[in-house]
């Protein structure tokens, strides 16, 4: 019997091509060859680019379309959240927050979420600490003991150019992964399998 793990990823990204949601796959891409032979990965990835205007226009989260309202169900019932924004006026893009602020308060509790961030040059690279760990500590998340921060040099022509953020990546994953294992939702039967991965 195998073990499914349900991963959404976040890119707050305004734009496409962007560096930030390259980012956010090389990241999902990492998790995946580092457990994908051993359990059976489902992935997700919302584009704000692409699906913010279903949020932008609500107030309520009755408010909200068919569409954006999946997406939130989506990002509560992961098993593993990366988020990942543009760093705009020292912090994520409003849009980012703004759909974050619909997603139900306890529905994230105990839930790791790997954190990454993109910005023009490394001065920009708490963000990390003082935006997105705050943020996810509301939900009582578990946010990884890595996030990984990207600056502009670290790409070229939005692809990964620089050998120290792939690094980063893999290592961000390697060190997060064991707490992702030990807060999956799994079934007793299971359980002595997660211990493989």
Known sequence: MSMSLSIVAVSGSLHAPSKTSVL????????????????????HVIELSEVGPAFSGSLRRDDLSPRAEEELQRIEAADLLIVASPVYRASFTGLFKHVFDFVGQYALIDKP??????GGSDRHAL?????FRPLFSFFQSFTLPLGVYAKDADFESYEISSDALRERIAQAVTRGL????????????????????
């Open 24 to 43: 956010v796959r090389a990241l999902l891409d990492e998790v995946i060859l580092q457990i994908g032979d051993r359990v059976d990965v489902q992935s």
């Open 178 to 197: 064991p707490i992702v294992r030990t807060t999956a939702r799994v079934d007793e039967e299971v359980s002595t399998y997660v211990g493989t991965w």
């Open 127 to 131: 963000i990390l600490e003082h935006q």
């Open 113 to 118: 979420v790997l954190l990454a961030a993109t």
